[in-house]
């Protein structure tokens, strides 16, 4: 491992702006939002690329590829956004706090979730070893987003850039309009590929392969048990926390994926799935906070890379800013369309 590998650690300042989120009153419960959606897009002005254009040798991304430092970064996420998450719905639910500084604390968990939970299970989801793929699931479970896990590794990753794709934002289409046709769409789209599944292999509904049952059912008991030791209130914040978490996912989804589709061949299958079906973003410090998922057009062209050995693909289109500012331009959408589609009409 070198000195260089450490800058994965800075992924951990999101959880620590939210223990002072959580901990905090006033503007301070506000320090999670202010640091993911301004701090760092200032230091993505400054910092673009600081890294060394040598790329690494082939034994030196072996050796990445197999380093269990970089699976354990991942694992701590999971004590380390579950203790949060308790933590906070205790301080919501007992004590005397106005609506300014909830609203504060639910955003700031609900970005925890988006960055540390939803993220590190996309990265663990796409692993092979049974442990990392449950350890995915468990870290949807507080986003109440599990299913994903299905339609994203047998859905998304088959269908990107094509029509038949929920997760993918049409031309022109708005965010705020993706929410929906995303959000309901994945959901449809994990069922039929789990009934498929079961009929492929000559099983019912009610078999124990039927994983979207079990998502269910896991679900259910997680709301159920924060009821049991918050009460409504904590219910219900527990869910604006869930909900705020995947729309900020289906926001990511949005800008990678924009506009983009492949082509049709005469067969009538799309072209296989290349780099420039995804949007790039190399930007320094996203990049690292997010597990380097803003080189997501590497990661759509082989699946199973782990995080750390990721390239950037100079060929794929290029956001021109990292993903907490694209995130911020998508929700003005006159504002994302003048910036993105004369870049879109460029590839033509």
């Not at 590829?65 to 203790?83: H, K, R, T």
């Not at 904590?234 to 800008?255: D, H, P, Q, R």
Request: net charge positive.
């Amino acid at each position: 491992m070198r000195t260089n590998d450490l800058k994965y650690l800075f992924a951990y300042t999101i959880p620590i702006a939210t223990l002072i989120s959580i901990t905090s009153d006033g503007l301070l419960t506000y320090t999670t939002l202010l640091y993911a959606f301004i701090f760092i897009p200032v230091l993505e002005s400054i910092f673009k690329d600081v890294e060394s254009k040598k790329e690494d040798s082939k034994p030196q991304l072996e050796n990445k590829a197999s380093n269990i430092f970089f699976d354990i970064l991942l694992y701590l996420n999971i004590p380390f956004v579950f203790g949060l998450l308790i933590v906070g719905l205790y301080n919501l639910t007992h004590s005397q706090l106005g609506y300014f500084e909830t609203t504060g604390m639910v955003l700031s968990l609900g970005i925890l979730l988006a960055t540390n939970a939803i993220n590190v299970g996309h990265e663990l989801g796409h692993r092979k070893p049974i442990v990392e793929r449950c350890l995915s699931k468990l870290l949807y479970l507080p986003c109440l987003y599990m299913h994903f896990y299905i339609e994203h590794n047998f859905g998304h990753h088959n269908n990107v850039a094509t029509l038949k794709d929920p997760a993918t934002a049409k031309f022109n289409q708005t965010v705020y309009s993706f929410w929906i046709t995303s959000v309901f769409g994945q959901y449809i789209s994990a069922w039929k590929l789990q009934l498929q599944l079961l009929k492929i292999n000559k099983r019912s509904f009610f078999s124990y392969k039927n994983d979207m049952f079990y998502y269910t059912i896991f679900q259910i008991t997680y709301l159920s048990i924060i009821y049991l030791f918050f009460g409504i209130y904590g219910l219900t914040l527990a869910v604006a926390i869930g909900v705020l978490s995947f729309l900020l996912l289906e926001t990511i989804n949005y800008i990678e994926h924009y506009g983009l589709l492949r082509e049709k061949l005469p067969s009538g299958r799309y072209e296989r799935v290349q780099s420039h079906h995804s949007w790039n973003s190399n930007h320094f410090i996203g990049r690292i906070v997010l597990y380097e998922l803003t080189r997501h057009s590497d990661h759509h062209f082989k699946a199973s890379k782990k995080y750390q050995i990721l390239e950037n693909k100079t060929e794929s289109p290029q956001l021109p800013y990292g993903y907490p500012t694209s995130i911020l331009l998508a929700l003005v959408p006159w504002v994302w369309f003048a910036l993105v589609n004369p870049l879109l009409e460029e590839r033509k």
